[in-house]
């Protein structure tokens, strides 16, 4: 008998009904953005909350798998350190998002509560990617994600590149997605199985099946491979980026750019580490050579940009490479893959945060002449983009140095020194643009017409700015706390019936 256990998925149900509400209130009871504030903030508060319920739970009875069909016998999700992490940090990444994002939704009117609706469904298929153990939910998850943040990338129709963005967002996002579920049924039809635990599971087939002739197994984890390397920007499959996150709302890219990494790579890491972790010997050195063409390829590129967003868009090429460089260890590189991506989602929101206080919430363009004499026209603004931008450099006393630490450890110890080294020597030219932004932020006067144009914020930006740097401040301090958080956060790996 199938077994229904909604604190599994209680989650997606308080976003669901979240987004539900929101567009009651805005349609049925006239009600406006302050109101669909309340709601979503309350949705996304007791998300995060039943977060922390699912840890203490997998604490005090260890990890449980959760069964539908075949008489109770497919597992489609699981609860374990992993999956509660990962949902934890893409409600908490897209509650913050959201929040710096505030400005936008109040100028789209009426319209903004579909924005705020797609958001929040947008997470939820995003929290569904991360607690999946069965590769056709996994999907079905990043479908769900994918198809609201198509429509958010076009949401302000009056932008001209708006338009083109999402355009190319939707075709190519909707390509990688047929790679990702054509990868799938080839892994079926090696396996015989969608679901990566269970007693008819790849990890059970794996446990007592030798496959001879793996061909069409290593084509289909290759599929999957390049259809998630899409959704997380890795370099060669990255070409989207710089054009969605210049032609998106200013304000809707962090979502974008920092809720889907983290699914993206619990997905990967789920189904490589786990699932397929018998066949690392060959998928480790497919994800090793695609970690140092993104690190090098997104280096190279951010350096030659002259618009911010864009150079942020190469930048998260590079950084991928190097959340990439933690998986070829397997299991043991998933600590300093969690690290990198926790503390590197929020630095990513912060930064984007402020391009949209400069360049305004449905702007564009954010030209890196517009940062110049940032630090006399807002001393707060250019503190917080100076941190932001040393972290994300890997400067000694930031979170960003010692997740680049983590990462390249564990591809030394794994065996890959030579990737350890073209990242390092990529994080050391990557400096460039980091300090370039604080050369003209601190070492330039500011344009003439922009000299005495007051920046405003409201104070839920703010909020979210502050949030941000304090995190990325924190934990590059005191990085203990959520270093131990992150070595107990390992996915499942044993079989269990």
């Given at each position: 008998m199938s077994q229904i256990d909604f604190l599994a998925i209680a989650p997606e149900i308080f976003l669901l009904v979240g987004a539900v509400l929101v567009l009651m209130a805005a349609v049925t009871l006239d009600l406006g953005p302050r109101a669909w504030g309340i709601i979503a903030g309350t949705t996304l508060f007791a998300s995060f909350v039943i977060a922390w319920v699912q840890w203490w739970r997998v604490d005090a009875v260890g990890a449980q798998l959760h069964y539908t069909g075949d008489f109770g016998r497919t597992p489609m999700v699981v609860l374990d350190y992993f999956s509660v992490f990962g949902g934890g940090l893409v409600v908490a990444a897209g509650g913050i998002a959201l929040m710096g994002g505030w400005r936008l939704i109040s100028t789209f009117e009426r319209r903004g509560a579909e924005y705020v609706a797609l958001a929040l469904l947008a997470i939820a298929g995003l929290h569904i990617m991360a607690i999946s153990a069965n590769l056709i939910l996994m999907f079905i998850g990043l479908e769900t994600a994918s198809i609201a943040l198509y429509v958010i990338s076009g949401f302000t129709r009056d932008q001209g590149n708006s338009d083109e963005a999402a355009t190319k967002y939707f075709l190519l996002g909707s390509f990688a997605s047929a790679l990702f579920l054509y990868g799938i049924a080839l892994s079926y039809a090696a396996t015989g199985s969608t679901s990566i635990y269970g007693d008819r599971g790849i990890i059970a087939f794996f446990g007592d099946r030798i496959i001879l002739d793996q061909g069409v197994l290593l084509i289909g984890i290759s599929l999957m491979i390049v259809g998630l390397g899409f959704k997380v920007s890795a370099a060669p499959f990255h070409q989207w980026a710089p054009d969605v996150y210049q032609g998106a709302p200013g304000s809707a890219v962090p979502l974008m750019a920092s809720g889907v990494k983290i699914a993206g790579f619990a997905a990967l890491a789920r189904v490589l580490t786990v699932g397929f972790n018998a066949n690392i010997g060959d998928w480790a050195q497919v994800i090793a050579g695609l970690a140092a063409l993104s690190v090098v390829v997104g280096t190279l590129l951010a350096i030659a940009q002259s618009d911010f967003k864009r150079m942020l868009a190469y930048s998260g090429v590079a950084h991928a490479?190097?959340?990439?460089?933690?998986?070829?260890?397997?299991?043991?590189?998933?600590?300093?893959?969690?690290?990198?991506?926790?503390?590197?989602?929020?630095?990513?929101?912060?930064?984007?945060?402020?391009?949209?206080?400069?360049?305004?919430?449905?702007?564009?363009?954010?030209?890196?002449?517009?940062?110049?004499?940032?630090?006399?026209?807002?001393?707060?603004?250019?503190?917080?983009?100076?941190?932001?931008?040393?972290?994300?450099?890997?400067?000694?006393?930031?979170?960003?140095?010692?997740?680049?630490?983590?990462?390249?450890?564990?591809?030394?110890?794994?065996?890959?020194?030579?990737?350890?080294?073209?990242?390092?020597?990529?994080?050391?030219?990557?400096?460039?643009?980091?300090?370039?932004?604080?050369?003209?932020?601190?070492?330039?006067?500011?344009?003439?017409?922009?000299?005495?144009?007051?920046?405003?914020?409201?104070?839920?930006?703010?909020?979210?700015?502050?949030?941000?740097?304090?995190?990325?401040?924190?934990?590059?301090?005191?990085?203990?706390?959520?270093?131990?958080?992150?070595?107990?956060?390992?996915?499942?790996?044993?079989?269990?019936?």
């Amino acid at each position: 008998m199938s077994q229904i256990d909604f604190l599994a998925i209680a989650p997606e149900i308080f976003l669901l009904v979240g987004a539900v509400l929101v567009l009651m209130a805005a349609v049925t009871l006239d009600l406006g953005p302050r109101a669909w504030g309340i709601i979503a903030g309350t949705t996304l508060f007791a998300s995060f909350v039943i977060a922390w319920v699912q840890w203490w739970r997998v604490d005090a009875v260890g990890a449980q798998l959760h069964y539908t069909g075949d008489f109770g016998r497919t597992p489609m999700v699981v609860l374990d350190y992993f999956s509660v992490f990962g949902g934890g940090l893409v409600v908490a990444a897209g509650g913050i998002a959201l929040m710096g994002g505030w400005r936008l939704i109040s100028t789209f009117e009426r319209r903004g509560a579909e924005y705020v609706a797609l958001a929040l469904l947008a997470i939820a298929g995003l929290h569904i990617m991360a607690i999946s153990a069965n590769l056709i939910l996994m999907f079905i998850g990043l479908e769900t994600a994918s198809i609201a943040l198509y429509v958010i990338s076009g949401f302000t129709r009056d932008q001209g590149n708006s338009d083109e963005a999402a355009t190319k967002y939707f075709l190519l996002g909707s390509f990688a997605s047929a790679l990702f579920l054509y990868g799938i049924a080839l892994s079926y039809a090696a396996t015989g199985s969608t679901s990566i635990y269970g007693d008819r599971g790849i990890i059970a087939f794996f446990g007592d099946r030798i496959i001879l002739d793996q061909g069409v197994l290593l084509i289909g984890i290759s599929l999957m491979i390049v259809g998630l390397g899409f959704k997380v920007s890795a370099a060669p499959f990255h070409q989207w980026a710089p054009d969605v996150y210049q032609g998106a709302p200013g304000s809707a890219v962090p979502l974008m750019a920092s809720g889907v990494k983290i699914a993206g790579f619990a997905a990967l890491a789920r189904v490589l580490t786990v699932g397929f972790n018998a066949n690392i010997g060959d998928w480790a050195q497919v994800i090793a050579g695609l970690a140092a063409l993104s690190v090098v390829v997104g280096t190279l590129l951010a350096i030659a940009q002259s618009d911010f967003k864009r150079m942020l868009a190469y930048s998260g090429v590079a950084h991928a490479g190097f959340m990439l460089t933690a998986l070829v260890a397997g299991q043991d590189g998933i600590p300093g893959l969690w690290f990198y991506l926790g503390t590197y989602a929020f630095q990513l929101i912060g930064t984007f945060v402020i391009a949209s206080i400069i360049s305004g919430p449905r702007g564009g363009a954010s030209p890196l002449d517009s940062y110049k004499g940032l630090a006399k026209r807002s001393p707060v603004l250019a503190g917080s983009l100076a941190l932001l931008m040393l972290a994300m450099g890997g400067i000694p006393l930031t979170a960003g140095f010692v997740g680049k630490v983590g990462v390249l450890s564990a591809a030394i110890d794994a065996g890959y020194l030579w990737l350890a080294i073209v990242g390092l020597v990529s994080a050391v030219a990557g400096l460039f643009f980091y300090l370039r932004l604080i050369v003209l932020a601190y070492f330039n006067e500011p344009d003439p017409e922009l000299a005495d144009v007051p920046i405003v914020a409201p104070l839920s930006t703010r909020l979210a700015l502050a949030v941000c740097v304090g995190f990325t401040f924190l934990f590059g301090v005191l990085p203990w706390p959520l270093l131990n958080l992150t070595a107990e956060s390992v996915p499942l790996a044993g079989f269990l019936p």
